[in-house]
């Protein structure tokens, strides 16, 4: 991109450089700057970014654009070699850049989006879509307004591009997929995720749809087993394209004949009635059922063999804090679902726990945020799930524990632990921890049980 086209795209003012200056990555963080960046200066709640574009063409950068800044003479000429820009809003000039590299591209782009399941999805569609394109995806969780626009400015030679979008409120996924104009849509799942701002699954439905929004063409892929998707997909099915895949409601992409083991799962793809795939994922539990399923609704929508797929799904890795499973050196092992929670995740978590063969099933439980007058509610749901789930061992923290408690009470043989802190947690469980147990930690992010994983 050359910098009269960040200026045509930005409506910027050139304060010093060279129009046919070339650059090539874009930066908001001067931590992570790399010689020749072009370093964007993003106003946040707590700081403004462009205060530091001195120190980011000091540590650098080519490119600084920023906005509401004074220069003095003797800054430009100490910078004269470089090239600075000053926009009205650094955060829609974000937008504007990315909306432009966007449409440079006619490549495959894939929007993922969902209550639960995002990020592992992603990571499957994208080893899946690797077997034959060369592929930019989301890196982490990076799918907010920020993350996703810095994620297109990031592709150069790629054939097809995986995101993911996240959302707390209504509107936001409209502003997301305007910017990165998929040309295939994924919704995962409507759970509870955010039902506190939202005040229903129905909402929360309704808000992941304006990812069709910024469709040329809508074409979308859902789970056919979650229950407002599949009304949805009944009242749907004859006005726009619907891929469906699922285990229980007849869908496109069917799971047959599951396996599930401890850390890696078998079933048979079954494709229209026709053709049946042997698919093996190398992590436990039924949820990474269905995104394997989704992943394969994706490579067969864009032509992949049976082998490609096959390798794409046996090959995935997880991003980590999810469901990643160390072994401790006491022998006892670790599951860290640490970086977040919602009612429909806690479950899948619980229920994976509960198939396995340890000696002895420990679950560390936080609370769910973002959950509004619903909180108390889900929250006692989740320790039924523990108490239903034969779990040995519960330790709380958390503004809600009480509740998790309250619905863990329906067992007889748990034994239930109520702490302060994470590092109560931690002297608990290396209290009481030994070779042949396994524990389960999970709470949202906010709770930093990651914490708890890391001194373990």
């Not at 800054?75 to 966007?102: F, G, M, P, Q, W």
């Not at 004949?257 to 053709?275: H, P, W």
């Not at 009481?432 to 049980?449: Q, R, T, Y």
């Amino acid at each position: 991109m050359k910098i009269e086209e960040i200026l045509n795209v930005t409506k910027g003012e050139l304060i010093l450089g060279d129009l046919k200056t070339e650059v090539d990555n874009f930066s908001k963080d001067t931590r992570t700057i790399q010689k020749d960046d072009v370093y964007i200066g993003i106003k946040g709640e707590n700081f403004n970014g462009s205060d530091f574009w001195k120190q980011a063409l000091d540590l650098g950068a080519k490119v600084v654009i920023v906005s509401q800044i004074d220069i003095t003479k003797e800054e430009k000429e100490k910078y004269k070699n470089k090239v600075i820009i000053i926009v009205e809003d650094t955060l829609k000039a974000l937008y504007e850049l990315a909306k432009y590299k966007r449409n440079k591209y006619n490549i495959p782009v894939i929007a993922i989006t969902g209550s639960v399941g995002k990020t592992s999805t992603k990571d499957i569609i994208a080893n899946v879509l690797s077997q034959k394109f060369r592929v930019l995806k989301t890196e982490g969780n990076l799918n907010n307004n920020i993350g996703l626009p810095m994620t297109i400015l990031k592709l150069k030679n790629h054939e097809a591009l995986v995101v993911e979008m996240g959302m707390n409120h209504f509107g936001e996924i409209s502003l997301l997929t305007k910017i990165a104009k998929p040309t295939l849509a994924v919704i995962t799942n409507i759970g509870t995720s955010h039902i506190g701002n939202l005040g229903s699954r129905e909402n929360i439905l309704k808000a992941k749809l304006e990812i069709l929004e910024g469709m040329a063409i809508p074409k979308i892929i859902i789970n056919n087993d979650n229950d407002l998707l599949h009304n949805w997909y009944e009242k749907n099915k004859d006005k726009i394209e619907i891929y469906t895949y699922g285990i229980v409601n007849k869908s496109r992409i069917m799971a047959q004949d599951i396996q599930l083991g401890e850390e890696n799962s078998k079933f048979v793809a079954n494709i229209d009635n026709k053709e049946n795939i042997n698919i093996d994922v190398p992590v436990g539990g039924q949820h990474f059922i269905y995104n394997a399923l989704c992943g394969i609704t994706v490579g067969k929508t864009f032509g992949l063999n049976d082998k490609q797929i096959e390798d794409g799904i046996s090959t995935f890795e997880l991003t980590k804090k999810r469901m990643d499973i160390k072994n401790l050196n006491n022998g006892a092992t670790i599951i860290n679902d640490s970086y977040n929670a919602s009612y429909e995740s806690m479950k899948a978590s619980l229920e994976y726990l509960s198939k396995r063969t340890d000696l002895r099933k420990i679950a560390v439980l936080g609370d769910m945020l973002e959950l509004g007058e619903f909180s108390e509610e889900l929250h006692k749901k989740v320790g039924e799930e523990v108490a239903k789930n034969n779990i040995d061992i519960l330790i709380c923290r958390g503004k809600y524990s009480e509740q998790i408690i309250e619905g863990a009470k329906k067992s007889n043989n748990l034994k239930i632990i109520q702490v302060n802190s994470n590092e109560e947690i931690i002297e608990k469980l290396n209290e009481i921890l030994k070779e042949g147990d396994v524990v389960l930690i999970k709470a949202s992010n906010a709770m930093k049980f990651y914490e708890i994983c890391q001194k373990l």
